[in-house]
Nanobody
Framework: QVQLVESGGGLVQPGGSLRLSCVVS????????MGWYRQAPGKQRELVAQ???????NYAESVKGRFTISRDNAKNTVYLQMNSLKPEDTAVYYC?????????WGQGTQVTVSS
């Protein structure tokens, strides 16, 4: 069973930056399109950034120009660089495969943007 381990979250002031990492335990990682999702309290999980197996990226309008998704296939890792953070970015962030998610989601990593 594929495991997803997210890390890098924390408490940051508005305007600050964080870099999230997600290690995916499968040798097939390089073939998968991956995404970063977030879920704020009382809201549905939403996709905020995606990267295909060939490196094409796409972003939700709410984060475009501020977040950057990348991947390192040698490390089975997908990253999310988050700059100019806003209070509305506060959420638990998860990674998973696009299309058909892996069966078990990771524990996520909490991002809190507050002064």
């Amino acid at each position: 069973q594929v495991q997803l381990v997210e890390s890098g979250g924390g408490l940051v002031q508005p305007g600050g930056s964080l870099r999230l990492s997600c290690v995916v335990s499968t040798s097939m990682f390089r073939f998968y399109d991956m995404g970063w999702y977030r879920q704020a309290p009382g809201k549905q999980r939403e996709l905020v950034a995606q990267i295909t197996s060939d490196g094409t990226t796409n972003y939700a309008e709410s984060v475009k120009g501020r977040f950057t998704i990348s991947r390192d296939n040698a490390k089975n890792t997908v990253y999310l660089q988050m700059n100019s953070l806003k209070p509305e970015d506060t959420a638990v962030y998860y990674c998973n495969r696009l299309g058909v998610p892996f069966g078990s989601w990771g524990q996520g990593t909490q991002v809190t943007v507050s002064s």
